[in-house]
């Protein structure tokens, strides 16, 4: 008998390199069986009446490196029964386990799995690993005949769990972060296709083989990445991505992430179809008027029955009627249309826009019709360009999604914004195309303004409508770039994005199209404050160009006139309230760096500041702050920055001891950022650009800002950005011989700043 523990046995299988990944779970299985078959001969020594039964994942002998052992002890009306499953339980608690355990009798656990849908789907997968052969082929046997008796109650039940974990989980085809398990189209779906079959679906034998292909990607998958990150979950982590694609023999993480979404797909769409059908059988028939020729309606799904290489515009009659109806296009017609239609003529035939644009009004109800025709290769047909763009995963934090998803989620936000433009078949058109190029070599924004002409002109667009979505793709980042790293303030600001945009109606439908992808990017990419500048920067740009540019540049606008009555007093004051922090005082070097410093040793993000002096010799300064998930203790703030600006802190010493702590509490999953400092002379009035790009780390902005000063320089004002784990810190500076720095004075600007950025490393 193998002396070894359970651990030292399953750790010998899950280093073993001559096992591909496919092989784990089944060997770990193996191991685990044969340690608990050994452990029960020992500590039970009973044949009959009582038996060990794995369940779940371990009861399909699909144990990856990190899941948990689900186990049973079964038995008919053992008296002692508890004290013989604690010399089961105890010894793998002992070794450190996470144990699903349970004791029942056999008509327990029947009665059980009659009303609660986890025990029985739990049951459907269990099988014997000691003990009573009879006893468990009994229960498995009863278990099978009462989960088939119950069918239709179970379906619903199992239907509504899985649209449940759908809506938490999210997608694993399109988030850059899936979840292998629990995702739509992940390994959880492929259980519930088979617990569906089980109570008497009809899944054709095809479906299950392609379900088996699929699977097993993901389950390889999960497998390197429990092996690889040694700890539980299931997430696919960005930081995890290239290891667990090495260990798998992929080039590189896109080729594995093109690997998990294609997959994923063909799981997310055999799943969603499974469940209509059977949804179909318990719905009645929908009152929808199928009023184009060459379509039909049977048994709830829209059925092609003209030739679509007679009809090219068959096609899109038949998106539109299952956008707007919220019915699926039956699967026998996708596979019509994916072999007998042909791509568009170019220009397209007449009518062919306006249903492609109608399409895309549907919003997120055209999205599930796009994917499918996408998922049989019938929207290329439409769109070629798209094709490189097909699962291609965008590796930073910054988005959510692939690259198809996100343009169809910008094409469902713009659809909720065509009131506020003149042209919206424009925005939808610039919408679905603005990241068109990221499938293709090269910068993306000047390979999707190549394409997007020659498509527009295709779809039947005049030259100046492909004109101006050319340009809109030109600029789509035109608007959240100006905003978040300049001064709105400025004048030359506002001059230079209104020459790019040259009318109102066209900045108009840029600032739809950047609120559209900003949203469909992710949580991080838009949020009040950035709304705000947008906002604010798309309004100044308005009246500039209504005035034929005449506005005249102003006081900065937060002095207020009660500001200016405190910088008249001549004393020191701080107010911090809300999610902003102002400074009076006398105007000597070094304020600004040091209320950063104690903003950083409160752990306030700083997002904007701006600052002002007075012919007096008293300046102010404003931080604009991220508000932080619990109430800021702004009387303690304001005592701290009093504390700074008197000189009775150690801001460095401070400073870096919490930067050790961070670093120690945090574990930054983007990959190492690049420093670069750019100087910029010619964007702003009467004074000089500087940006520096650089990681994020605690009192960045400290940093920076004592360089600048000890270089000589006064701060008018900053912007501060955080993308991931990057920072964007611009600011407006003067020097004492003016706006404009001389070039020997830029390099030694960037050579302190540089080096101010190593005591944060």
């Known amino acids: 008998m193998d002396s070894r523990g359970l651990v030292e046995r399953r750790k010998e299988v899950i280093n073993d390199n001559s096992l591909e990944a496919w092989q784990i779970p089944q060997a770990l299985s193996r191991a685990t069986d044969e340690f608990l078959a050994e452990l029960y001969q020992r500590e039970i020594q009973l044949d009959t009446d009582v038996a ?439 004048t030359q600001t506002i001059r230079g994005v209104a020459e790019k945009v040259k009318t109102v109606e066209f900045l108009e439908l840029l600032a739809a199209l950047t609120e559209a992808d900003s949203i469909a990017t992710g949580p991080t990419a838009w949020g009040e404050w950035k709304a705000h500048l947008v906002e604010t920067l798309a309004a100044l740009v308005t009246d500039y160009i209504s005035s034929d540019g005449s506005t005249r540049r102003k006081r900065r606008s937060f002095v207020t006139q009660q500001l200016e009555s405190l910088m008249a007093e001549g004393e020191t004051v701080v107010q911090g309230a809300g999610d902003t922090v102002t400074i009076v005082a006398p105007d000597r070097a070094g304020t600004f760096s040091r209320a950063a410093g104690a903003l950083a040793l409160r752990g306030l993000d700083v997002l904007q500041a701006d600052a002002y002096s007075s012919e007096a010799g008293m300046a102010v300064s404003q931080f604009r702050v991220a508000e932080p998930d619990t109430p800021v203790d702004w009387e303690r703030v304001t005592e701290d920055v009093y504390q700074c600006l008197d000189g009775y802190l150690a801001i460095d010493a401070r400073i870096s001891e919490r930067a050790r702590v961070y670093r120690r509490r945090t574990a930054l999953s983007a990959k190492p950022v690049p420093t670069k400092v750019i100087f910029d002379v010619e964007s702003a009035t009467d004074a000089t650009i500087i940006e520096v790009r650089t990681e994020d780390h605690v009192g960045v902005l400290y940093h920076l800002t004592r360089a600048l000063t000890e270089m000589g320089l006064d701060i008018r004002s900053a912007k501060i950005q955080t993308i991931s784990n990057e920072i964007v810190d611009t600011f407006y500076v003067t020097s004492a011989n003016g706006p404009v720095l001389s070039e020997s004075h830029c390099r030694e600007i960037e050579t302190a700043l540089m080096h101010a950025l190593t005591r944060v490393d």
């Open 52 to 490: 060990l039964v794995a369940l779940g994942g371990y009861g399909r002998s699909e144990l990856c490196p990190s899941s948990d052992l689900d186990l049973m002890l079964v038995h008919k009306d053992q008296e002692d029964i508890d004290s013989l499953a604690d010399r089961i339980w105890y010894p793998l608690w002992d070794e450190g386990f996470k144990l699903g355990h349970s004791v029942r009798s056999l008509e327990q656990t029947l009665r059980l799995a009659a009303d609660d849908l986890e025990t029985a789907t739990s049951l459907l997968n269990a099988r014997i690993v000691a003990g009573d052969r009879a006893l468990v082929d009994d229960l498995l046997t009863r278990n099978e005949k009462q989960w088939a008796e119950y069918g239709p109650a179970r379906l619903e039940e199992l239907a509504r769990n899985v649209g449940r974990r759908h809506l938490l989980a999210g997608e694993v085809a399109f988030l850059l972060e899936p979840d292998l398990k629990e995702g739509r189209g992940g390994l959880r779906d492929v259980h519930a296709i088979d617990w569906a079959a089980r109570a008497g679906v009809e899944v054709p034998t095809h479906d299950h083989d392609r379900l088996a292909d699929a699977y097993r990607v993901l389950l390889e998958a999960r497998v390197e990445l429990h092996r690889i990150s040694a700890k539980r979950g299931d997430i696919l982590l960005l930081e995890e991505q290239d290891s667990v694609a090495s260990s798998l023999g992929d080039h590189d993480a896109d080729v594995l992430m093109g690997r998990v979404a294609a997959a994923s797909r063909t799981i997310a769409y055999l799943s969603d179809e499974t469940w209509r059908h059977i949804d179909r059988d318990f719905a009645d028939e929908p009152s929808v008027a199928i009023d184009v020729a060459g379509l039909d309606l049977v048994d709830n799904e829209l059925v092609i029955v003209g030739d679509p290489s007679a009809d090219p515009l068959l096609v899109l009659h038949a998106a539109v009627m299952a956008m707007r109806s919220g019915l699926p296009l039956a699967r026998q017609s996708l596979r019509l249309l994916a072999e007998r239609q042909s791509d568009l003529p170019d220009p397209w035939p007449q009518g062919a826009r306006d249903l492609f644009v109608e399409l895309l009004r549907g919003g997120h109800r055209a999205i599930p019709v796009i994917e499918s025709l996408d998922y049989f290769e019938v929207w290329t047909h439409l769109l070629p360009e798209w094709t490189p763009n097909r699962s291609r995963p965008q590796r930073n934090v910054y988005h959510r999604f692939t690259v198809d998803r996100h343009l169809l989620e910008t094409v469902a936000e713009a659809a909720r914004l065509t009131q506020r433009v003149r042209r919206p078949d424009l925005l939808l058109v610039a919408a679905l195309l603005h990241d068109i190029g990221k499938g293709y070599p090269g910068d993306h924004t000047e390979v999707g303004v190549r394409l997007v002409g020659p498509i527009a002109s295709r779809c039947g667009f005049s030259a100046s409508d492909a004109e101006v979505l050319s340009r809109l793709v030109e600029h789509h980042l035109l608007l959240p770039d100006v905003a978040t790293r300049r001064d709105l303030e400025d």
